[in-house]
């Protein structure tokens, strides 16, 4: 008699088997199949054409009923099996066939993961596995109205786009940073998120979902930091589990999934387990590719033979139309791989390449991906490529050619984009002059065209135009790049983010084409400072691109622990402030209470998870950060001035408190120190300071570039005004022209040396509108800027910075 | 989609003896991407680190220059900045980069779906506990 095979799931896994073995073994076995959902065999990964309307149920179909008619297969429609008897040798579904088995194959696939957050039983909440999801969601677009999806892996983004297809607004809600975070690394990611925002699709990333609201059907969803966003539909897509329960309760070994060794075998050894469900060498997979491979396996060990299964690479594709995407293998970084990256801002294009030992592992094409086969079978055959290594990248028709173009950059500019700022010099206009007129140096196309010839930060980029315009015979003068991620240097970098409105680290790291994929310790805090300040209302600061002393907001010193140091105003204190301090000291036992160099106190060595108690004290006291461990403004000394001095001309300490109040929280290149000084006495040291007052009785004498760090240097007079709102005035303004110009790290001094110290005068002093633009600018940043970073913490804000993850041990448990 | 495999470290052997024991220490979501967090242990405090890219690697949070806490660092790639003098460490070895010279003890760690654990010496958490 004739071995009877039963399988439990009609799903692709054991479909691929069944014709594996029909064509192998034709007649081996009676087989049976139990099906949970009412209808045959599907192609389940064809389901979001079928959502987006490319596609009919008809058209995906693998299996119509006559297959299994002619290959003699009993198929059990929506009979979901409930429980297998294994001394038996049985199995039995819910609606009362049992069947015994010789063999039987668990391939049950996967169930979609519902997030349990109230609300998640509504009407109107739905998952993405089978034809009648996709029912229930075409259901919803003819009511129209909002969808918001849950997970933006593949799922949820296909998910996404059918809908929006179908004419929904939608919504994707994500909770990591960036989307498709498993297959994708960040600067692929970013190029994703930006397409799918061009389709109309808005993304909202690192977003809890809090609850489901909705009454009787859903309504909408509330986030964790409190955001309502109104629909009709949730469509959950936040992973799936492998459906492993069934197998469980019948004593058969599982782990996540059903535990199958190289055979596919289970801990029974008349029981198999294939596709989605099974767990193969600790892994579960969730792609057809593998399960395929699996299956021939299987089906070949039901005949008898002996092959073994060994686990497989993946690769993912994204199905949404227009958007080429593509990764596969293992793309980490690490000190034994290297990487090849190859940006085209222009064209949209992201490749990464990881290599091991002269072997890719692993793959992200992103824009451009014909070549994603050659790669993946590389990946699979563990291809030495050494012999191809440079010109690996531009892929397999790649026929030699060209080094990368370092002006591509700047060649995708608009003609209308703004070159020099400090005299609106655009492109158009560079280009056609340097024409036109036949320029050929660059003094030629400063006198002609007034492009870098002011502050000359944008020298670089004008450089770049005249090497597009006048081909190799154009020789620029070498910039220093900003470091060995990029080749552009700091001044083109700022312009740049400017003119092509970068409005992210990795829009700027894949617009500039950087040839590392997360930056490095040099270039991310500099990015970061060149966003928050051109920025200011719409970036979003990222703290994981600042150093620890401006992530934690104090001083780490030599031994871990950090120093703190409110601010004390112009220097002033008072006896309620003092003792709010000496109780602090005391309460936290603080090793060392100093004054400082800048007319200040630092409370030094205490422990990081002291921080943000030792700050909820000093604030009850009225005290706010000081900013001692800031690019950004600093201290401003002053002396005692008219109100105490017999030879103060003006209010020395009031002036000093009014700008250190007005300009606090501010983000500069480097450090910003002001002082002034109530007469030319000096005696708050206003002459050595990166901008300083002396006031005169005529009024005040305006300083800068002064230094008495690394270098010592006198500072430079700005100009004298007459009153102090024009004091104030200028001086903001001054600050402002220099965080938009200097370089990161770059003191004032060094700045105004490198951009001139007239051209500084004539804007700020001899510049009117220039002036009040810039100090409008410095105004309109300090709206975002002027928040007590130590209160936002106190109120628990960056709360992980300050507990150790774990404590470990019995010795500490004990506390 | 589950697509990603499970990076075991290198340790897997630790799970059956060795007086090693794996130690639950929270969720990779507990650290922020391209940073770090402490744990704390008897032997002094280890530094956690999160890539980019969602890899996690433990190691002795104490720079092999002048003991620098290594966690509070800048997190680029495989390798952190040390935040008192720069030297950069490679996350995965422990050694110094560049032209620099030195190397920290990395500790096994095992990442399952997200929940993170260390090997930990059981033997010397006995001692310590008395
Ligand atoms: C606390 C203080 C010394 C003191 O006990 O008086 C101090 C302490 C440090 N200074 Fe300073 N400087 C202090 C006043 C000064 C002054 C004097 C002043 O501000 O009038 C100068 C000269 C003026 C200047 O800024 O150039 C000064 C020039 C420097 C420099 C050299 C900067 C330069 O570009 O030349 C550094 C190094 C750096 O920034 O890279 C530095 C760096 C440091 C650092 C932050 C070193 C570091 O990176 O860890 C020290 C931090 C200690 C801490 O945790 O608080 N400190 N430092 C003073 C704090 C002032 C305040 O209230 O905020
Ligand atoms: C929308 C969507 C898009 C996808 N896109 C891709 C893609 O682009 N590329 C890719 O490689 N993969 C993709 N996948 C994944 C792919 O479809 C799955 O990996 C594959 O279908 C798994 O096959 P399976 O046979 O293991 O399980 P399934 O195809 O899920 O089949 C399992 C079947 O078993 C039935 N069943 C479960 N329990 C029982 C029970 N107790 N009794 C009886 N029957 C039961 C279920 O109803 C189901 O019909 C996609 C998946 C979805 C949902
Ligand atoms: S001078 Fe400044 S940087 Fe040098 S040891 Fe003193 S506080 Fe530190
Ligand atoms: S302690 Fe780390 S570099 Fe000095």
Redesign the pocket.
């Known amino acids: 008699m004739k071995q009877k095979l039963v399988i439990?799931?009609?799903?692709?896994?054991?479909g691929r088997m069944l014709e594996e073995l029909f064509e192998q073994a034709p007649g081996l076995y009676d087989v049976v199949i139990?099906?949970?959902?009412p209808r045959v065999n599907y192609d389940?990964?064809m389901?979001?054409p079928v959502l987006s309307g490319e596609k009919l149920y008809e058209d995906i179909v693998i299996h119509g009923d006559d297959w299994y008619a002619r290959h003699g297969v009993t198929l059990h429609k929506g009979?979901?099996?409930t429980g297998i008897d294994r001394a038996a040798k049985t199995v039995t579904s819910a609606n009362g066939v049992t069947e015994s088995y010789d063999k039987l194959v668990i391939?049950?696939?996967?169930l979609p993961f519902i997030i349990p957050v109230p609300g998640h039983a509504l009407p109107g909440v739905l998952a993405?596995?089978?034809l009648d999801d996709v029912e229930k969601m075409l259901d919803a677009t003819r009511r129209g109205g909002r969808a918001i999806v849950i997970g933006a892996g593949?799922?949820g983004l296909?998910a996404a786009y059918g809908l929006k297809r179908q004419g929904m607004d939608v919504t994707v809600i994500h909770i990591m940073p960036t989307i498709m975070e498993r297959q994708l690394d960040p600067p692929a990611a970013y190029l994703l998120e930006k397409a799918l925002n061009d389709r109309g699709i808005e993304i909202i990333t690192k977003a809890n979902t809090k609850r489901i609201v909705g009454e009787d059907k859903v309504e909408g969803i509330e986030l964790e930091d409190g955001r309502v966003i109104e629909g009709t539909i949730v469509v959950m897509a936040v992973g799936i589990r492998p459906?492993a329960q069934?197998a469980k309760e019948a004593g058969v070994v599982t782990n996540r999934g059903i535990v199958v060794d190289d055979g596919m075998m289970t801990s029974d050894g008349s029981i198999y387990a294939l596709?989605?469900?099974a767990e193969h060498r600790g892994v579960c997979y969730?792609?057809?590719?593998p399960?395929y491979e699996s299956a021939k396996t299987l089906a070949d060990r039901l005949i008898g033979g002996a092959s073994e299964y060994r686990g497989s690479v993946v690769n993912t594709?994204l199905?949404v139309t227009g958007i080429n995407l593509f990764s596969a293998g293992d793309f980490a970084e690490g000190e034994d791989r290297e990487e090849i990256v190859l940006r085209d801002a222009t064209a949209g294009v992201y490749k990464r390449l990881v290599l091991k030992d002269n072997r890719i592992v692993g793959a992200v094409l992103y824009g451009e991906t014909a070549d994603g086969a050659w790669f993946f079978d590389m990946i699979k055959r563990g291809t030495d490529i050494s012999e191809m290594r440079d010109t690996l990248i531009f892929g397999q028709a790649y026929q030699g050619g060209s080094p990368l173009d370092p002006t591509a950059a700047v060649a995708a500019l608009p003609d209308d984009a703004e070159i020099c700022g400090c005299n609106g010099v655009c492109k158009s206009k560079i280009v056609g002059t340097i024409t036109a007129k036949g320029l050929t140096s660059l003094d030629d196309v400063r006198a002609h065209t007034k492009a870098s010839a002011s502050c000359g930060s944008c020298t670089g980029l004008v450089e770049q135009l005249m090497v597009l315009t006048l081909g190799d015979s154009y020789n620029p003068s070498a910039v220093q790049p900003m470091c060995t991620c990029t080749e552009l240097g700091h001044d083109d970098v700022r312009r740049l983010i400017v003119a092509k409105g970068l409005k992210t680290i990795p829009a700027v790291m894949q617009e500039l084409e950087w040839k590392t994929s997360c930056g490095c310790a040099k270039c991310r805090p500099a990015l970061n400072y060149y966003l928050v300040c051109d920025w200011p209302d719409e970036y979003a600061d990222d703290y994981q691109s600042r150093f620890i002393n401006e992530r934690v907001h104090a001083n780490i010193q030599k031994d871990g622990t950090y120093s703190v140091v409110p601010r004390m105003w112009g220097g002033v204190t008072n006896a309620g402030e003092l003792r709010a301090i000496a109780d602090v000291v005391d309460k936290f036992e603080i090793p060392m209470v100093k004054v400082t160099g800048g007319q200040r106190i630092d409370l030094l060595g205490i422990h990081k998870e002291d921080l943000p108690a030792v700050w909820a004290d000093l604030g009850k006291a009225g005290f706010v950060s000081g900013q001692a461990y800031a690019k950004g403004l600093r201290t401003v000394k002053t002396c005692v001035g008219t109100d105490w001095c017999r030879f103060g001309t003006q209010d020395s300490t009031g002036l000093g408190i009014r700008l250190e109040k007005f300009m606090w929280g501010s983000w500069t290149p480097a450090k910003l120190k002001l002082a002034v000084s109530g007469c030319p006495r000096n005696c708050a040291e206003a002459t050595c300071k990166d901008i300083g007052v002396i006031c005169v009785d005529s009024g005040y004498e305006i300083h800068f570039a002064g230094a008495a760090g690394l270098d010592i240097k006198g500072t430079e007079v700005l100009g004298l005004v007459a009153t102090e709102d024009d004091a104030l005035e200028h001086i903001v303004a001054l600050a402002q022209m220099y965080r938009e110009q200097g370089r990161y790290l770059e003191r004032i001094y060094k700045w105004a040396k490198r951009v001139g110290l007239d051209e500084i005068r004539r804007q700020i002093m001899g510049d009117a509108e220039k002036r009040k633009g810039y100090f409008d600018r410095f105004v309109f940043s300090q709206t975002f800027a002027q928040v007590d970073p130590w209160s936002e913490r106190v109120s628990g804000k960056d709360k992980h910075e300050f507990k150790p993850m774990a404590v470990v041990g019995m010795a500490e448990a004990a506390e | 989609m589950e697509t990603k495999t499970i990076r075991e470290g290198d340790a897997a052997g630790f799970e059956s003896g060795f007086g090693m024991n794996w130690v639950d220490i929270g969720t990779i979501h507990d650290i922020p991407l391209r940073g770090a967090r402490c744990v704390r242990t008897p032997q002094g405090r280890i530094a956690v680190f999160r890539t980019a890219d969602d890899q996690v690697f433990a190691m002795e949070d104490r720079c092999p220059h002048k003991a620098g806490p290594l966690s509070q660092g800048i997190v680029h790639g495989t390798s952190v900045t040390c935040p008192l003098h720069n030297m950069v460490i490679s996350l995965e070895t422990g050694k110094a980069l560049g032209a620099d010279e030195g190397e920290v003890r990395t500790i096994p760690i095992r990442n399952r779906d997200g929940l993170l654990s260390i090997a930990v010496d059981t033997l010397s958490l006995l001692v310590a506990a008395e």
Do not use: H, Q, W
Request: proline share 2%.
């Open positions: 439990i799931g009609n799903g692709m896994a054991p139990f099906n949970a959902e389940r990964i389901l979001s009979a979901k099996v391939a049950t696939g996967s993405y596995r089978d593949l799922l296909e459906a069934l596709g989605e469900c969730g792609l057809v590719a399960l594709k199905k």
